[in-house]
């Protein structure tokens, strides 16, 4: 009898849990009844979520949720979903948003592709947000980067037209490759020109690895395209 082959998903992460502080296990134990989602729960009905209509931004990969609950405090008229992997980020996020007392942001501690790909209605989004995601500088590695292909059809399948994705990233190569794969889908339009990178917009926090890689003199590109209608 034949092996039976594994096709195993590439993902854009490796699962390395950091130890969580005693706060952050504590957020899991009392603030994810509040904050958290299960992709269980099927197609998610942001609606009933928030229990209103707003307009809503998701961020893929948040890391510790700083530019999320910057821009959380600073629209509560908006809502927020926030992806991320990583539990000492998600312990970190719940305790900032408790202690701002924000009730406009939801979290899944899940992949973003699963998300992308089984878990929004179509045109449900006003934004993406994708800050500073693995490069996988390594050669080998650039399967693993999220910006592919596919990432560019889920994006375009999930923003509502008009609605826009913002990537910002410290690596050019990668910045070249978002361009790309951007620019030659058809059914976005770069905000800045076509082939130019915008200027980075106030919307976008200033967080500290940003800060930290600008002391360093590392550049920063940000790219913002548009869904067509």
Known sequence: MPAESFHRPIRSYVLRQGRMTEGQQRAFQELWPRYGLSLDQGLLD???????EAPVTLEI???????????????PEQDFLGVEVHSPGVGHLMLTLAAQESRNVRILQ???MELLRH???EAALQRVLLYFPDPWHKRRHHKRRIVRQEFTELIHRALKPGGVIHMATDWKAYAEQ????????GGFRNQAG???YAPRPGTRPMTKFE?????????VWDLLFERLG
């Open 46 to 52: 942001f609606a009933s979520l928030f229990g209103r």
């Open 61 to 75: 990969g948040f890391g510790n949720g700083e530019a999320l609950a910057q821009l959380a405090a600073r629209h």
């Open 110 to 112: 899940s992949d973003a």
């Open 119 to 121: 878990h929004l209605p």
């Open 178 to 185: 978002m361009m790309a794969l951007f620019s030659r889908h």
């Open 194 to 196: 076509e082939g130019n």
């Open 211 to 219: 800060q930290r890689g600008e002391r360093l003199g590392h550049g």
